[in-house]
């Protein structure tokens, strides 16, 4: 079992629509949460960061941290056709070491 | 401020070749870190480097994988031989400390062995 669980999608959603992206985590000891987007042919760029349990919201993106189901959730509203990308969770106990997830290819249509 | 920058951004060689890739990270950033990227993965890491001390190389196949990091700045990642199951992206990435959760990625390197 890996210790970062992510549902591949594909994903395909109308543009407007709330999207919602989750992962599940087997280690108790993740402490950091982090969603990463990344778009064909590039690197992943940070896209949200959470320390332990609780929401966090910047814009159109919330992210969730459930540490007693081990579950995290990114939520984006209004979606966009330039939100259409690969989302990677990751998770550390000490944000030295990251593990990171199989990412979601979301697409939004127009 | 010029991200993370690599080079080259793809590569195509023959089994039992060697290859190496190229890594310049953010100016400032102490930490840099080799990742691999498989097909419909996430990245996995390879090295870090805290300066020009490799910190966590546990991950690294040393027996063909070979990495360096002189002056503690640029940084190189090399496989002698290459096999076919080396195809992969190879990320490279910066932070500004140990530590830190925010790292920048380059964009990659595609290699293709054939």
């Known amino acids: 079992q890996k210790e970062v669980e992510q549902d591949p999608g594909p994903l395909s959603v109308p543009e407007g629509a709330i999207v919602s992206l989750n992962c599940t985590y087997s280690?108790?000891?993740?402490?950091?949460f982090m969603w990463y987007r990344q778009y064909s042919r590039k690197g992943p760029e940070l896209l949200m960061y959470?320390?332990?349990?609780g929401n966090k919201e910047d814009g159109r993106f919330t992210a969730q941290v459930d540490k007693s189901s081990k579950y995290i959730s990114l939520f984006i509203r209004d979606s966009q056709p330039s939100d259409s990308a690969t989302y990677l969770c990751?998770?550390?106990?000490?944000?030295?070491?990251?593990?990171f997830g199989s990412g979601t290819r979301l697409s939004i249509r127009p | 401020e010029a991200g993370v920058v690599q080079s080259p951004r793809y590569k195509i060689i023959e089994k039992k070749q060697p290859v190496a890739f190229w890594c310049n990270p953010i100016?400032?950033?102490?930490?840099l870190y080799w990742y691999l990227q498989n097909l419909g993965q996430g990245p996995e890491l390879l090295i870090r480097?805290?300066?020009?001390?490799?910190?966590?190389d546990s991950q690294l196949p040393k027996d063909r994988f070979s990495a360096e990091r002189l002056k503690g700045v640029d940084s190189t990642l090399k496989i002698q031989p290459a096999e076919l199951g080396d195809s992969a992206v190879y990320l490279c990435?910066?932070?500004?400390?140990?530590?830190?959760?925010?790292?920048?990625f380059g964009p990659g390197t595609r290699l293709t062995v054939t």
């Open positions: 990435a910066s932070s500004l400390q140990s530590g830190s959760y925010e790292q920048y």
């Open positions: 280690n108790s000891a993740f402490q950091y």
């Open positions: 959470t320390y332990s349990s």
């Open positions: 990751a998770m550390s106990s000490s944000a030295s070491k990251i593990i």
């Open positions: 100016s400032g950033h102490n930490t």
């Open positions: 480097y805290e300066n020009e001390e490799a910190v966590d």
